[in-house]
């Protein structure tokens, strides 16, 4: 836990050191992964080009917001990690550029079958299922029973015990949203959620957060991907980490150019290194859990194996297109988060 602390010290340091009195960064990202990663990615691709990069950490639904709000002027060249189905919905919006990866013939199925749903715009660079975790020594103080399932979580015991994501801001809530939707059809995933939320303490901004909270015992239950929770343990807080017992859905996270990007040709080498072995270690470097993308990479030895998971088949060109996202969003304000 205190590797993890000292670590993020070092990151904050570093993400805030861009761009403060310095020369122009060569390049500048938005960071849709976790802090940890975030830093170690920068460090390993300046120590690699030899140049300045500028690297910030935002939740995915935000990132999209601001690479729309610059479309005329953009600032950002490139996204690197955040749950794909976002990265779709900003390429069926032009606000992509596309890319052929240098390393794109050395990944996985479902990593080339998301490059070419993209139209060439975004590439895969790891996937992960999504799921929740409960704090078992809160869960055993207050005598609660373990929740397995989906459906378990509506329990009146968990009442105000329970945090996820703000599906508008982070990609992790709108996998959330999509996978409910997916798994009961959308007027049952609703009715889902308007039970759920009598549980929900609050929707936290980022997606990491549920589970970081239940991590400390500041919750009972964080709905977030796995492999955040596997991190979260390794650090050695006291979760147990749930498979939901109806199915769950999955996040391809992606890389992305911005169009009009001004450093195109260092944000084309930065994606060559993000789909990397060399980049995809960075994640178990950092702490990581997810499955990387390149059939060449090492798999961190503690990722969910996600070929045992029930998992939906996971329509990324339904869920990744600007009207469904916006509409599920619209209606999961009106009807859920309002209520709150
Ligand atoms: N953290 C991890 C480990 C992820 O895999 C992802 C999604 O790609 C995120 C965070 C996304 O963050 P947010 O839900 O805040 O958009």
């Known amino acids: 836990m205190r590797g993890i602390t000292a670590f993020s010290a070092v990151a904050a340091l570093w993400l805030a050191s861009t761009g403060t009195g310095m020369a122009a960064p060569s390049l500048t990202v938005l960071c849709g992964v976790d802090e940890m990663w975030c830093a170690a990615m920068k460090t390993a691709y300046e120590a690699k080009s030899g140049h300045e990069i500028s690297v910030t950490r935002k939740s995915t639904g935000d990132i999209l917001n601001q690479i729309r709000a610059e479309k005329a002027a953009p600032t950002v060249d490139v996204w690197w990690g955040g749950t794909g189905d976002t990265?779709?919905?900003?390429?069926?919006?032009?606000?992509?550029?596309?890319?052929?990866?240098?390393?794109?013939?050395?990944?996985?199925?479902?990593?080339?079958?998301?490059?070419?749903?993209?139209?060439?715009?975004?590439?895969?660079?790891?996937?992960?299922?999504?799921?929740?975790?409960?704090?078992?020594?809160?869960?055993?103080?207050?005598?609660?029973?373990?929740?397995?399932?989906?459906?378990?979580?509506?329990?009146?015991?968990?009442?105000?015990?329970?945090?996820?994501?703000?599906?508008?801001?982070?990609?992790?809530?709108?996998?959330?949203?999509?996978?409910?939707?997916?798994?009961?059809?959308?007027?049952?995933?609703?009715?889902?959620?308007?039970?759920?939320?009598?549980?929900?303490?609050?929707?936290?901004?980022?997606?990491?957060?549920?589970?970081?909270?239940?991590?400390?015992?500041?919750?009972?239950?964080?709905?977030?991907?796995?492999?955040?929770?596997?991190?979260?343990?390794?650090?050695?807080?006291?979760?147990?980490?749930?498979?939901?017992?109806?199915?769950?859905?999955?996040?391809?996270?992606?890389?992305?150019?911005?169009?009009?990007?001004?450093?195109?040709?260092?944000?084309?080498?930065f994606v060559d290194f993000a789909l990397s072995p060399e980049g995809q270690g960075t994640g178990a470097a950092s702490g990581q859990n997810q499955v990387p993308s390149n059939a060449k990479s090492s798999l961190p030895l503690a990722a969910p194996d996600i070929s045992m998971i029930k998992m939906v088949d996971y329509d990324f060109d339904t869920f990744g297109s600007p009207e469904e996202r916006s509409r599920l969003l619209r209606r999961f304000d009106a009807e859920i988060a309002a209520t709150n």
Request: one cysteine or more.
């Open 87 to 269: 990265h779709l919905q900003a390429g069926s919006e032009n606000l992509l550029e596309p890319y052929q990866p240098a390393h794109e013939r050395d990944m996985l199925p479902w990593a080339q079958n998301f490059f070419a749903m993209s139209g060439g715009r975004s590439a895969g660079i790891y996937a992960g299922a999504l799921g929740f975790a409960y704090n078992a020594d809160l869960l055993r103080q207050l005598k609660l029973p373990a929740p397995t399932c989906w459906k378990d979580l509506t329990d009146t015991a968990y009442r105000g015990r329970i945090q996820s994501g703000n599906p508008n801001s982070s990609g992790t809530a709108f996998t959330t949203l999509a996978t409910l939707v997916q798994l009961f059809g959308e007027d049952e995933a609703f009715r889902y959620l308007a039970a759920l939320n009598r549980n929900i303490e609050r929707y936290t901004p980022s997606g990491s957060a549920p589970i970081k909270a239940a991590a400390r015992g500041e919750t009972l239950i964080g709905i977030s991907f796995m492999h955040d929770a596997v991190t979260q343990k390794q650090a050695g807080f006291p979760l147990v980490i749930v498979a939901p017992c109806e199915g769950t859905g999955y996040e391809i996270g992606a890389v992305s150019i911005v169009k009009g990007a001004k450093n195109i040709e260092e944000a084309k080498r």
